[in-house]
């Protein structure tokens, strides 16, 4: 498949074995569809999201997506929010400054390794006394349920899966995690996006099917008290035009219904 930009028409052009498959405006939804599919890629190829930051710590997330679930966040205003995976810490810190901000909440951040350097930075922010940082597996029995004893009862939990990305990983993660969910709240399977990238610089040949997309899928057929459910936009004035969302977490909502 083949994406052409003619900006003299305003147009962009499906092209499937080097012929015209389909011609869309711009301003259409389908046009706009095919230029988040080329934009994304190109972003990955350019380590794009590797620019952003967050109060000082680098975030190594989608703006795109931070918005959206700052959104979620603000709606349900867990009192726990729980992310598998750390990295320099950014995106904690930014969940962190959402529950300062909303006057509720405390982020559990767990990762398999936290470098000495990043665990000081995080543990010296201003924004320390919002987070508990575990290190361990997040599979690792003792360690999830080290996670249980710090929610209490009738809490209102979110939880993220962002450290290892393997389909067998993240359906064990949402195995061992998703009971802690609250009805109402969420459990996002983030990175999906790997299922589009098996050619990609840094990509593997397997990620078409060994990723977090099918391993939420594989989780919600077996399990219904969950489904997914892509969040409702609360402000959109682009007249129906803009359905397609722009994301490197597609299909990662998995949201308690019972």
């Not at 972003?43 to 109060?55: C, E, I, P, Q, R």
């Amino acid at each position: 498949m083949k994406i052409v930009f003619d900006f003299k028409t305003g147009e962009v052009v499906l092209m499937r074995n080097d012929v015209e498959n389909a011609r869309y405006s711009m301003a259409s939804a389908e046009g706009f569809e095919l230029a988040a599919k080329a934009w994304l890629r190109c972003g990955w190829d350019a380590k794009y999201v590797y620019t952003f930051t967050w109060f000082g710590r680098p975030i190594i997330q989608l703006p795109d997506d931070i918005l959206r679930i700052q959104e979620i966040i603000y709606s349900i205003k867990p009192d726990v929010i729980i992310e598998t995976g750390v990295a320099h810490g950014g995106s904690l810190i930014f969940y962190a400054s959402l529950c300062k901000a909303i006057g509720k909440g405390q982020v559990i951040g767990i990762d398999i390794e936290i470098r000495s350097h990043n665990k000081k930075a995080i543990e010296e922010h201003e924004l320390s006394s919002y987070i508990t940082l575990l290190e361990g597996s997040s599979v690792a029995p003792l360690l999830v349920e080290e996670v249980r004893q710090l929610v209490a009862k009738k809490e209102t939990v979110l939880i993220l899966l962002d450290s290892n990305h393997t389909r067998q990983h993240v359906l064990l993660e949402l195995e061992a995690y998703a009971p802690l969910v609250t009805k109402g709240s969420f459990i996002v399977v983030t990175d999906g996006i790997m299922k589009d990238l098996e050619n990609a610089p840094r990509s593997q040949l397997d990620w078409k099917e060994n990723n977090p997309y099918n391993a939420a899928r594989e989780f919600i057929a077996k399990n219904h008290d969950f489904i997914i459910k892509e969040p409702i936009w609360p402000f959109n004035e682009s007249n129906g035009l803009n359905k397609h969302v722009a994301t490197y977490w597609p299909g990662a909502w998995l949201m308690r219904i019972k």
